[in-house]
């Protein structure tokens, strides 16, 4: 793979080991979540776990590719895994949606005025 910081060695460093970074924080997060939480209770904790772990695909996607590209059947994974953010993505938009028609119209002036009202 071709470097595309014009030879600055740590321009190619630093940003994969970003990447690599999120891809451990990720699943971390998955691994929290799924032990000590009851994320399949309800439809956005279900649809926070299947976006995280989307995310954690992608990036130990990107990972892996830095690592070790080109790989046999590389096209087909990220087709895969591509596809399986995009599922997650419209799960937890689908989730947000439903959230947003249940829940009460908020008055936002009482947020940006902050008024205070005794109790009576």
Known sequence: ?????NGIAWLDV?????????????????????????WRKTSPGRSLMYAVLALAAVLAMNTLHLAFAP???V????????????????RLVIALVAILRDTEDVDLNSFIHHEHKEPQ
């Not at 793979?1 to 910081?5: A, Y």
């Not at 087909?76 to 997650?88: E, H, T």
């Open 1 to 5: 793979m071709r470097p595309i910081s």
């Open 14 to 38: 630093i940003p994969n080991a970003i990447a690599g970074a999120a891809c451990v924080a990720a699943i971390l997060f998955v691994i929290i979540y799924a032990s000590f939480s009851n």
């Open 71 to 73: 790989y046999p059947g």
């Open 75 to 90: 096209e087909f994974v990220r087709i895969a895994v591509y596809s399986g953010l995009l599922i997650a993505i419209v």
